[in-house]
C-alpha cells in the first residue's frame, strides 16, 4: 500500500522559511514525478510545484516561483519543498502527490495523496 506522509508545517512569521517533507513508502517512485499541492480555506486546492525525477525541469507556480525550491532525496524516497521568503497568503494546508510519468499542473492527474500539513503564515 502507498503511503505519502507530510510533515514540516507550522506556524512561521512572515518573511520566514519552513521545510516541508513527503515521505513515500510502500514504493519507490523514482521514476515518476511529484508534486506540492495547497489548499486555503474557502478555495480550490491549487499548484505549488511538481518535479519529473526522470529529467526535466521543476514546475513552479507563478505565486512562489523564486521563493520556494522543490527538491528530492531518492535514498530516502522523500520530496521536500523549501519555503523561503513565505507571505500571510501561503497559509494554506500544504498536500504532496505521486505518480504521473511527468511532472504536471492537474491534480487529477495524481493518483497518491499525503494526509496534508498546515502552514500558517502571521503578518
Known amino acids: 500500500q502507498v503511503q505519502l506522509v507530510e510533515s514540516g508545517g507550522g506556524l512561521v512569521q512572515a518573511g520566514g522559511s519552513l521545510r516541508l517533507s513527503c515521505a513515500a513508502s510502500?514504493?519507490?517512485?523514482?521514476?515518476?514525478?511529484m508534486g506540492w499541492f495547497r489548499q486555503a480555506p474557502g478555495k480550490q486546492r491549487e499548484f505549488v510545484a511538481a518535479?519529473?525525477?526522470?529529467?526535466?525541469?521543476?514546475l513552479y507556480a507563478d505565486s512562489v516561483k523564486g521563493r520556494f525550491t522543490v527538491s528530492r532525496d531518492k535514498s530516502k524516497n522523500t520530496v521536500y519543498l523549501q519555503m523561503n521568503s513565505l507571505k500571510p497568503e501561503d497559509t494554506a494546508v500544504y498536500y504532496c502527490?505521486?505518480?504521473?510519468?511527468?511532472?504536471?499542473?492537474?491534480?487529477?492527474?495524481?493518483?497518491?495523496w499525503g494526509q496534508g500539513t498546515q502552514v500558517t503564515v502571521s503578518a
Open positions: 510502500g514504493r519507490t517512485f523514482s521514476d515518476y514525478a
Open positions: 518535479a519529473s525525477w526522470s529529467g526535466g525541469s521543476p
Open positions: 502527490a505521486a505518480d504521473p510519468p511527468l511532472a504536471t499542473v492537474n491534480p487529477e492527474d495524481y493518483d497518491y
